[in-house]
């Protein structure tokens, strides 16, 4: 009667103790989930693209709910990919330039792509209102106990604050429209560098229980009566049935 011998262990097995091969497993393993994701970043790229173009030439609207509200904004507006794949957020950013207020094109994409202090871009947050208090109303309940000096002189006929050093909003001036029952309040910073602009801010509450927050060059700052209407009227296409 013959006896078979029984395979010998393969040279690799014995040459590593068991727990270099488990080693071994994980790193293919780790390969393969490496080439999945870069195949689903692909993709992701490849739909974003779609959406900032359009199948049609017109960039396609994506569908994003924050809080109880459900908005439509065309992808070109929006800054992040992420948020281009629509569903419920927290809070949208836009990027949009200035003065046109356009959204991202290939024609226009050097300037989308300019990280320059004086770049002609204007940033816009969408989020859900977490106070009753925007910029405007918060100019006599909270910034004027913080005003310090003699008013200044600001572009636009508006009126500059600048804060106490001890206070929250210290290095800023308050921009504000005198002699008005709804002013429009920014807050700008008060020096600039070559690395950073003066760069304003300001709040609004655009309905719906959301808030507008956009930031913005101060040079600009002078055209705040048309940059104001102009978005207030830009976002209220958003909201779903509007």
Same mark, same amino acid.
């Given at each position: ?57 017109? !960039?396609?609207?994506? $569908? &994003? ?6 908005? @439509?904004? =065309? ?92 206070? !929250?909003?210290?290095? $800023? &001036? ?6 008005? @029952?709804? =002013? ?59």
């Amino acid at each position: 009667m013959s006896v078979t011998a029984a395979p010998a262990p393969s040279r690799f097995a014995t040459a590593l103790p068991p727990i270099l091969m488990s080693l071994v497993a994980l790193i293919m393993l780790a390969g393969v989930a490496a080439v999945a994701w870069a195949v689903n970043d692909a993709i992701n790229e490849y739909h974003d693209r779609i959406s900032l173009k359009g199948l049609n030439g017109k !960039p396609a609207p994506v $569908e &994003i709910g924050i809080g109880l509200t459900d908005l @439509e904004i =065309p992808a070109n507006l929006i800054r992040f990919p992420t948020d281009r794949r629509g569903g419920y957020v927290t809070a949208v950013d836009l990027l949009l330039l200035w003065p046109d207020l356009d959204g991202y094109s290939d024609a226009r994409s050097k300037e989308f792509r300019d990280t320059s202090p004086k770049a002609p871009l204007v940033y816009v947050t969408i989020t859900e209102a977490d106070t009753p208090l925007d910029s405007t109303a918060r100019l006599t309940s909270i910034y004027a106990r913080d005003f310090t000096g003699p008013p200044v002189p600001g572009p636009g006929h508006l009126v500059g604050r600048r804060m106490a050093p001890d206070s !929250p909003y210290r290095d $800023e &001036i308050i921009y504000y429209q005198p002699r008005s @029952e709804r =002013p429009y309040v920014a807050r700008c910073l008060a020096e600039e560098t070559e690395e950073i602009p003066a760069t304003c801010i300001r709040e609004v509450a655009i309905g719906h229980g959301l808030t507008m927050i956009y930031r913005f060059n101060r040079a600009w700052l002078g055209n705040w009566p048309d940059m104001e209407s102009r978005l207030v009227r830009l976002v209220a296409e958003f909201p779903r049935g509007s």
